[in-house]
């Protein structure tokens, strides 16, 4: 069912882990506001002058519940809902964030964390895709915009306020588009 990009226990995890954090945080999807989400699962972001400053990563523990997102101050005005969705897919998968206590123990307070291996990069990228758009809401917006054999790829992506390209990924992934699409 999911694409080759990520394998499928994973993906069935990352799913199942998304709705556990919607239902836990009370998300109400679509999310329109991914700063008020951050906020209440613990997070915040904090704007950084220029990319010299997000080179050793942009992940910060500053509190044992508590992190920073950093960003460049450029993207300030952006929609950088996938951006966010990102890294809280690094927190919760790869830092252990609510998940894993061990792990989140071992992260270092006020060191700042950034993930480059391609598997940790396509996983915190399907969790973003997962949050953004769940599975389960996902099929209801994705079959209400379908007739025959097209899908109005555009207003799916509307709903979730997200790009065209990435609502094609998040179904391409579901299986219920055909390509890989990256």
């Given at each position: 069912m999911h694409s080759n990009i990520i394998n499928n226990n994973i993906a069935i995890f990352i799913d199942d882990l998304t709705e556990k954090i919607i239902d836990a945080y009370n998300?109400?999807?679509?999310i329109m506001n991914m700063k008020e989400v951050l906020k209440s699962i613990g997070g915040k972001i904090a704007y950084k002058n220029n990319y010299y400053e997000l080179i050793d990563g942009n992940i910060i523990k500053t509190h044992d519940r508590k992190f920073d997102i950093l960003l460049p101050i450029l993207n300030k005005n952006?929609?950088?809902?996938?951006?966010?969705?990102?890294?809280l897919g690094h927190i919760f998968l790869h830092m252990g964030y609510r998940t894993n206590f061990s792990l989140w123990n071992k992260i270092i307070i006020d060191k700042q964390y950034k993930f480059?291996?391609?598997r940790q990069e396509k996983q915190s990228e399907y969790f973003a895709?997962?949050?953004?758009?769940p599975?389960?809401?996902?099929?209801?917006?994705?079959?209400?915009y379908s007739n025959d054999d097209t899908v109005d790829m555009t207003e799916v992506a509307n709903y979730f306020?997200?790009?065209?390209?990435?609502?094609?990924?998040r179904a391409s992934f579901?299986?219920?588009?055909?390509?890989?699409?990256k």
């Open positions: 998300i109400q999807i679509p952006s929609n950088n809902n996938f951006t966010i969705a990102c890294n480059i291996s391609s895709l997962s949050l953004l758009m599975k389960n809401i996902f099929l209801k917006i994705f079959y209400k306020n997200v790009s065209i390209s990435q609502s094609r990924r579901l299986g219920l588009i055909k390509g890989n699409i």
